[in-house]
């Protein structure tokens, strides 16, 4: 089988790594060319850049971050984080990125995983959802806008419909547990993974190595996705990666 | 001087980054008539296979390519580049460029796809481009259709997704790769 993947992910803002709670309270993580060197060294299987901010005069920035660290790591990474058109998803293919995400702008125009998958084909397109646990709902609902609005589509219905348009991965963050370091999500994770046909990654509460164990062993995640752990070197990629391996997980 | 196979579909920065980092030169050949001064061609795929194919053949580099392949200059396919080597894909119903005998199919059912990630390459016959490579070693592989060759001689490397399925294709001059031999897995 494919093997599992250990993803750091480098929250960016105007041009530096930095890292929240529950997608606020932003602490500085680092520089992002050196940080990707880094984790690749270490053992990291891919990499996921996500510009939080994602202003105009951000994205410049952002697209010169890609083309930096292209030329520096050789593992795929996906970057993502306020693209909202396939001009930009191909200027950040173009720039050396491997894979592009998307979230909000496919929420208001679904069509964007189908154009994105055939101007770039479908492996390059990942799903970015964000969804919070509703207790009204009883169930989760799909975040957009950075955490911002909470709206009424179901994630498992969500993750359906943008994997049939045409995205060939999803990355799944926990905002309940983003940052908290309490676990991922293992019961939505599951959920999604049961439901569609794509790879899902985990993302969101990483915190101890059993987290890790945890969403591949009871969620079926394809990767699992982590950033303050590693980021403020509470753990290490090796670190993780040597355990599990120990543990009968099968990684590179 | 080693020259790519670009039509159009963009990001050849990997892959040319990785031959200039090994000390070799390139070309990026868009048009049939830039194939001269070529000693060796790599032609990397991206995309879906119908397009791909309607594109080169607009371009005329269909026959260039078989044209090189006769005249045994060392050619590379890398994953879709390597599934247009066969006669068929069943992915748009395409008809390829017939260099190996046998189609491209989708996995089953029931399997996650893209297969996309890190996986082991088996060697199961010996082959110069394996040189100081380890056997099982992992390579990155996005894929959700692969090439099911007619003859078994062909395939020399195999990778488990849910079952072996030919990673490694390889016959004479012509080589291809299902994976993406320039993303290198650190550490070893």
């Known amino acids: 089988m494919a093997e599992k993947k250990i993803i750091p992910c480098l929250d960016m803002k105007d041009g530096r790594v930095v890292k929240g ?5 932003l602490r500085d993580a680092g520089d992002p060319v050196e940080l990707a060197a880094f984790y690749e060294e270490q053992g990291a299987d891919e990499l996921v850049f996500l510009d939080i901010a994602a202003t105009n005069e951000g994205r410049e920035t952002m697209l010169d971050v890609v083309r930096k660290v292209a030329e520096q790591i050789t593992i795929p990474f996906t970057v993502g984080g306020g693209i909202r058109t396939v001009e930009q998803m191909k200027a950040v293919i173009d720039a050396g990125a491997d894979k592009v995400s998307i979230g909000t702008a496919a929420y208001d125009n679904p069509h964007l995983f189908k154009e994105g998958a055939e101007a770039l084909g479908p492996d390059r397109i990942v799903a970015a959802i964000d969804a919070k646990f509703v207790d009204e709902a009883g169930t989760w609902r799909v975040v957009i806008h950075g955490g911002n609005t909470v709206t009424d589509k179901d994630v498992v219905e969500w993750a359906k419909e943008a994997a049939e348009l045409g995205a060939g991965e999803i990355l799944l963050t926990s905002m309940d547990r983003d940052g908290e370091k309490s676990g991922y999500d293992l019961e939505m994770t599951k959920a999604v993974v049961d439901a569609v046909d794509v790879p899902v990654i985990a993302s969101g509460g990483a915190g101890t190595i059993d987290d890790f164990y945890a969403a591949f062993t009871k969620a079926n995640a394809a990767g699992a996705l982590a950033a303050s752990v590693f980021h403020f070197k509470e753990t290490s990629v090796k670190e993780v990666k040597a355990e599990l391996k120990r543990r009968g997980i099968d990684l590179k | 001087m080693i020259g790519i196979i670009d039509y159009g579909a963009g990001n050849l920065h990997s892959i040319e980054k990785a031959i200039k980092k090994l000390g070799f ?8 008539d830039e194939f001269h001064g070529i000693n060796k061609i790599i032609f990397p795929g991206v995309g879906n296979a119908g397009k791909t194919m309607q594109i080169i053949k607009k371009l005329g580099m269909d026959k260039q390519i078989k044209k090189c392949i ?22 748009n119903e395409t008809d390829c460029l017939s260099i190996f005998e046998g189609t491209v199919i989708p996995f089953h059912q029931g399997v996650k796809v893209p297969h996309m990630g890190w996986n082991e390459v088996q060697q199961i016959m010996k082959h110069p481009i394996y040189k100081g490579i380890p056997d099982r070693c992992d390579f990155y592989f996005v894929h959700s259709f692969y090439v099911q060759p007619l003859h078994e001689s062909d395939v020399i490397g195999l990778t488990n997704y849910s079952h072996d399925f030919c990673s490694v294709i390889a016959r004479d001059n012509v080589i291809g790769v299902q994976f993406h031999p320039e993303k290198v897995p650190k550490p070893d």
């Open chain 1, 21 to 25: 709670v529950q997608f606020v309270n």
């Open chain 2, 25 to 32: 030169t390139t070309k990026i050949m868009s048009k049939p």
């Open chain 2, 70 to 91: 006769t005249e045994g200059v060392p050619f590379l396919g890398i994953c879709l580049g390597m599934q247009l080597l066969l006669e068929f894909s069943k992915e």
